[in-house]
């Protein structure tokens, strides 16, 4: 259970990376810098965006969905995991 919980996680991750950072930087170039300095804080959500995709790297995550769908590969044991 915890193994396939891990891998729809990986997925949903994977696919929601590009969309959410394009949506955020969309909603800037409408809102110009009024959207940023208003009570909305929209500038903490991108923020939050950015780090919790770099600090969780996609790329890896890929790989790993990749190589489990083609190879039946197991889960690595590493963190990012």
């Known amino acids: 259970m915890e193994n396939r919980a891990a891998i729809?996680?990986?997925r949903v991750k994977v696919a929601i990376e590009q969309p959410a950072?394009?949506?955020a930087s969309r909603i800037f170039d409408a809102g110009g810098a009024s959207s940023?300095?208003?009570a909305s804080h929209?500038?903490?959500?991108?923020?939050n965006l950015r780090t919790l995709f770099s600090h969780?790297?996609?790329?890896?995550?890929a790989r790993v969905l990749g190589d489990i769908a083609v190879n039946g590969a197991a889960l690595p044991?590493?963190?990012f995991f």
């Open 42 to 47: 929209l500038d903490r959500h991108w923020r």
């Open 36 to 38: 940023i300095r208003s």
């Open 8 to 10: 729809a996680a990986a």
């Open 56 to 61: 969780n790297p996609t790329v890896y995550k």
């Open 21 to 23: 950072l394009r949506s």
């Open 77 to 79: 044991d590493s963190g």
